[in-house]
């Protein structure tokens, strides 16, 4: 695991996106989602090839999304938020810093 990342995925359009272990750690808490433990690679899936939203207020932030048929309960989609920004290498270059913020599952429609 490189820089505390658990794992990077390309999205459809090429953009390189990461999951840190903090946030993975984060997201399956009890408090928050526990029910994506067992669905992490749906969770690359949906990074991978779900469709995305830019968000109206904040545009360095995108909502990926896609449909499963075997999630918990009765949910049907893994959402991911995503934020796009940029850090520096070590000369000074800004660098693509794309990671996932949260993930989790819903029922929709």
């Known amino acids: 695991m490189v820089g505390g990342r658990r794992w990077t995925v390309r999205d459809?359009?090429?953009?390189?996106i990461y999951l840190t272990q903090e946030r993975?750690?984060?997201?399956?808490?009890p408090i928050n989602h526990p029910e994506m433990?067992?669905?992490?690679?749906?969770l690359k899936d949906t990074i991978q090839t779900g469709?995305?939203?830019?968000d109206q207020l904040n545009p360095h932030k995108y909502r990926y999304s896609k449909s499963f048929d075997?999630?918990?309960?009765d949910n049907t989609h893994i959402i991911a938020i995503v934020l796009f920004g940029f850090?520096?290498?070590g000369a000074w270059r800004p660098v693509p810093n794309n990671y996932i913020?949260?993930?989790?599952?819903?029922?929709?429609?």
């Open 24 to 29: 993975w750690d984060h997201i399956v808490e």
């Open 51 to 54: 469709a995305r939203r830019q």
């Open 37 to 42: 433990a067992g669905f992490e690679e749906h």
């Open 101 to 109: 913020t949260t993930a989790y599952q819903k029922e929709n429609g």
């Open 12 to 16: 459809r359009y090429g953009n390189e």
């Open 87 to 89: 850090s520096e290498d």
């Open 70 to 73: 075997d999630l918990a309960e």
